[in-house]
Structures are given as C-alpha cells and as structure tokens.
C-alpha cells in the first residue's frame, strides 16, 4: 500500500470464521465448516467493494464478521482506526451505529406489526437520536430514499418489493452510517426497479460519503455498482483488482469462468460455453492447495499440493497503490498464452449490462424525484 494513500475506513486482516460441528450426545466438535479461512483487504471512504462468488463461498459470513454480528475464529477488523475486537459490547454498540447492513429481503426484516414511521424512529432510539424532532428526521429519511412522507403511516406489507428494499435502506441511514454492508440487497428485485434502487444507492454515497461492502450473486449488477472487486471461492479471496481491470482482464481463472458463466436473460442472444462445471466443493473437507485445483482447467500438479498466495502484481499498482492481485500459481502464463481466450470475451455480462442501462435511463427519467432529492448535510 503506497504512503498517498489515504488512512481506510475498514481494514480486515486474516479474517478466518471456522463453524464448529458438533455430534453425539455431548456434543464434540467434528470438524468445521470453514467459511472464511483468511481474508485481508482495505476500504477507503466513499469505496465500493464488490464481492462475489458461488454460493456458500462465504461471502455473508464475511459481512457478519465485518459488522461483528459473528465472533471471528482469527483475525482482525479495523474500523475508523479501531480494532473492533478490542472493544466491550457496550463500545461496540457504539461504534456499530456507523455500520450498517441492508439484506436482501427487508420485508424479513421489517416487523409486519409496525408503521414505517415507527420502524424508522425505533432505528433512531437504539441510538438515542433525535429525541426532540423525531417525526422531521423520518419524513427527512423517506424523502431521503424517494418515498413521501405519508408512506410512514403504512406497513410493510403495503409496498412493493423495491419500496420495502428502500424503507431497509433508510433504517440503515436513520443512524447516520459511513459504512453500509449490503448483502445481496438488489438481487431479489426485477431488473428496473434493481436499477432504481441502485442508482439510490450511488446516489446516496455520493451525497453522503458512505463506503459500501456490497455482496452480489449477479456480476453485471457489481459492474454497475463498485470500484473494486473481490472474487471469493470456498473462503478465500482468489482476486481483488479494480473493478475495469477486473472486467477487462481477469486474471483468475475463476474469475475467468464466473465471466463466462453470466446467464444471458435475453431470447435469441446465443450462451457462451460455460466453463464452470460441478459444484463448489464442501468448505467442510476443502481441496487441498489451490481450493480451485478440482474445478480448474489449468491445474497441475502443483496446484493440489501447494496453496498460491494472494500475489499483488507491482506493474499494476494503480490509482491509490491497492493493485491488482490475483491467487492463482500460474496466473503469468495462463495470461501470456492468451487468457482472453480460455475465457470468452464478455458479451453475456455486457447483454445484461445493456439492459440494465437502459433501465436505469427509464426509471431515472419516470422517477426524476427518486435520484435529486436535497438532504439536511
Ligand atoms: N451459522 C452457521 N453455522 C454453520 N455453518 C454456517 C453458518 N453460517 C454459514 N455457514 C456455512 O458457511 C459457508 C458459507 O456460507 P455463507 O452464507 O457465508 O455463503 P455465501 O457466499 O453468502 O452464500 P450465498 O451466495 O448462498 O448467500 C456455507 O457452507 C454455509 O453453510
Ligand atoms: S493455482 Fe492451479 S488450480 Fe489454482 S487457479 Fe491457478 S492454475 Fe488453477
Ligand atoms: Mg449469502
């Protein structure tokens, strides 16, 4: 990390989450489920840091374990200069009103029984927040996120799924955040309203400097949104780059595959030859090595024996010293003989992408209030 960097909001360093599993009548522990087994990266103020992977790669583990929602089994988490696991619960509670998660169904989340309003003000007592002017600071929170005032009369189940996706996200701001987790937040929304809740999203970081960890299944969505990006496989950051170096030469080959492997919504656009195959192994009895060895078409025998560490390649270092690094042995080759190629060129994320785009073009033209509303600084 070069010295003109600024100080980063989070810091996670060999951050490692085993579950224990437990058997028999007394319950000794068997073995683990290793969900992160050692996972080290920075966030600045403002960033967006996209992190993707096959389900069960642990990437909602990784979430809990920055927002300490989960004890770590190793590892540290620093925020704001503070490393989290130094701090008594009532410390804690105190530091975790600047971070915030957003899941990807509010309405689980949301208590049926309760307005919007009192939703909202609940988020502002667990805190101790505006005690006075209550009922402002909520109409202020729903203008914020492109609903009207009089919504906070209704209840949950009074709204549409993006509506509820937007009451989920002015619950986190309520407590005034510089860090949101969103954990697969737009993923159950239909491709327009993913759009409007996003460009809310941008919006918002950019009215409000908040920093996002945003989790996400869907790579043309993580296109749109973040300014790095991590690929997790079983556990493991396996590439972190910028998010145009990341999309215009992965040098995984993972990455490589999950590129290849965006479903095309579109009928009549031809698939491209998915080169992903079987299933993400157990992180209860990882392959040993390379993680990926099983699945990769590069592998060699080196791979099943020894586990490539997270190089950061120093032709690369980029705007703010972060890089571009990739945890493959053999990442230099697989590039000179043409990478590009093993992976084919990405035309399924870009269809989907198109379509995104326009999108959001249409929903910010119908809805020009949702994405330039004034907030109190
Ligand atoms: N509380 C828990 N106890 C035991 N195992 C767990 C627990 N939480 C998660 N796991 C396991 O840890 C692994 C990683 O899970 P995690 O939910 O973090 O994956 P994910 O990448 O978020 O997957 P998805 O994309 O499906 O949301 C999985 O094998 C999961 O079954
Ligand atoms: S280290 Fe080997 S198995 Fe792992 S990604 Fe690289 S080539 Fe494939
Ligand atoms: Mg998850």
Not at 63 to 75: D, H, K
Not at 95 to 113: C, G, H, K, T, W
Not at 230 to 250: H, N, Q, S, T
Not at 335 to 345: I, S
């Amino acid at each position: 990390m070069s010295s003109s960097r600024a100080a980063p909001l989070l810091e996670v360093d060999g951050l490692v989450k085993h579950f224990p599993i437990r058997a028999g009548v007394f319950g000794r522990v068997k073995g683990a489920v290793r969900a992160v087994d050692g996972v080290s990266f920075a966030l600045d103020p403002g960033e967006t840091l996209g992190v993707v992977g096959e389900s069960g790669c642990g990437k909602s583990t990784l979430g809990r374990l920055v927002l300490r929602l989960i004890e770590p089994s190793a590892g540290t988490v620093r925020f704001a200069g503070t490393d989290l696991g130094t701090l008594d619960a009532r410390a804690l509670r105190a530091e975790r009103r600047a971070m915030q998660i957003v899941f990807q169904d509010p309405y689980a989340s949301l208590n049926p029984r309760m307005t919007v309003r009192q939703i909202l003000a609940e988020a502002l007592d667990l805190h101790g927040l505006h005690v006075g002017d209550r009922s402002e600071r909520v109409a202020e929170l729903l203008r914020t996120v492109g609903l009207a005032p009089e919504h906070g009369e209704r209840y949950p189940h009074e709204f549409s799924g993006g509506q509820r996706q937007r009451i989920g996200i002015a619950r986190a701001l309520a407590v005034e955040p510089r860090l949101v987790v969103c954990d697969e937040a737009v993923s159950a929304l239909d491709v327009s309203v993913q759009a409007q809740v996003i460009n809310l999203l941008r919006d918002l970081q950019r009215r409000l400097g908040l920093a996002y960890l945003f989790i996400a299944h869907d790579l043309a969505v993580v296109k749109h949104i973040a300014t790095r990006v991590a690929v997790m496989y079983l556990g493991r950051i396996v590439e972190l780059a910028d998010k145009e170096a990341l999309f215009a030469a992965p040098r995984h080959p993972y990455t490589q595959a999950l590129l290849a492997a965006v479903p095309v919504p579109e009928p009549g656009v031809e698939r491209e030859r998915v080169l992903l195959t079987g299933d993400v192994p157990s992180p209860v009895t990882p392959p040993s090595g390379c993680h990926f060895h099983t699945r990769c078409i590069h592998a060699r025998a080196l791979c099943a024996e020894v586990s490539p560490p997270l190089e950061r390649d120093a032709a690369t270092l980029g705007r703010d010293g972060a890089g571009h690094t990739v945890a493959c042995h053999f990442w230099r080759e697989i590039a000179a003989a043409g990478g590009a190629r093993v992976a084919p060129p990405p035309r399924p994320v870009d269809a989907r992408l198109a379509l995104l785009q326009s999108a959001f073009i249409a929903s910010a033209a119908a809805h020009p209030e949702h994405y330039f509303q004034e907030v109190r600084p």
